[in-house]
């Protein structure tokens, strides 16, 4: 019964682990790291979504019958969500990256005292 569940459960455990990284660290680097994490918490719960036990891929034609089929939207919203995510995420880099060329720290509560 809980077999079911074990997506879900990895799902919430990697989003309160991202989630915990970023309310625990300091560095920009390690905030970011934790914002991963949670994105692909996110992912793995909309794959879990659109899965069917003994479902069959949307485009298999050869099939006769009533079959039952794996829901193809979560999946495609999930790639579309994983490059966007990539990029911002290289964004993200970048503007840290200019950060601690500005500040010369990768430190929250040092950027946020020195304030310039």
Same mark, same amino acid.
């Given at each position: 019964? !809980?077999?079911?569940?074990?997506?879900?459960?990895?799902?919430?455990?990697?989003?309160?682990?991202?989630?915990?990284?970023?309310?625990?660290?300091?560095?920009?680097?390690?905030?970011?790291?934790?914002?991963?994490?949670?994105?692909?918490?996110?992912? %793995?719960?909309?794959?879990? %979504?659109?899965?069917?036990?003994?479902?069959?891929?949307?485009?298999?034609?050869?099939?006769?019958?009533?079959?039952?089929?794996?829901?193809?939207?979560?999946?495609?919203?999930?790639?579309? &969500?994983?490059?966007?995510?990539? &990029?911002?995420?290289?964004?993200?880099?970048? !503007?840290?990256?200019?950060?601690?060329?500005?500040?010369?720290?990768?430190? !929250?509560?040092?950027?946020?005292? %020195?304030?310039?």
């Amino acid at each position: 019964m !809980i077999e079911g569940y074990i997506p879900y459960i990895f799902a919430i455990s990697l989003f309160v682990l991202g989630l915990g990284t970023i309310v625990m660290k300091n560095n920009l680097i390690k905030i970011l790291i934790g914002l991963d994490i949670m994105e692909s918490a996110v992912h %793995l719960f909309l794959i879990s %979504l659109g899965y069917r036990t003994g479902g069959t891929a949307p485009i298999w034609t050869g099939i006769t019958g009533e079959k039952i089929f794996v829901l193809p939207i979560p999946q495609a919203l999930t790639l579309t &969500a994983i490059v966007i995510g990539l &990029a911002t995420l290289a964004m993200a880099l970048s !503007i840290t990256v200019q950060v601690y060329r500005h500040y010369g720290t990768l430190d !929250i509560r040092e950027i946020r005292r %020195l304030r310039g």
